[in-house]
């Protein structure tokens, strides 16, 4: 059974900085292109980064570009996204999605907090 966990959000100051995580198993995770999408209170889930299955080319939504850096390591079937300077409209559940053809799979997301 194919499953995504996200790990690492939690509250942090403005300007700090989190790690987070996504573990895959149950699936060929090499295979799949990985994408971060957040969601905020009140509003629409967005796609925050992606980054192609071999992690040659990343793409970024402008809001985080230049602060946020996505990345992926096979072997260990799991993704990252490094959020550095983080600001409070940062603030939102984090999801991580690994896409291939008609096959997509959602973790169940973890909460960034972005506040003094």
């Known amino acids: 059974q194919a499953r995504l966990v996200e790990s690492g959000g939690g509250l942090v100051q403005p300007g700090g900085s989190l790690r987070l995580s996504c573990a895959a198993s149950?699936?060929?995770?090499?295979?799949?292109?990985m994408n971060w999408y957040r969601q905020a209170p009140g509003k629409e889930r967005e796609l925050v980064a992606g980054i192609t299955s071999a992690g040659s080319t990343t793409n970024y939504a402008d809001s985080v570009k230049g602060r946020f850096t996505i990345s992926r390591d096979n072997a260990k079937n799991t993704g990252y996204l490094q959020m550095n300077s983080l600001k409070p409209e940062d603030t939102a559940v984090y999801y991580c999605?690994?896409?291939?053809?008609?096959?997509?799979?959602w973790g169940q997301g973890t909460q960034v907090t972005v506040s003094s």
């Open positions: 149950g699936f060929t995770f090499s295979r799949y292109v």
């Open positions: 999605n690994a896409k291939a053809n008609v096959f997509s799979f």
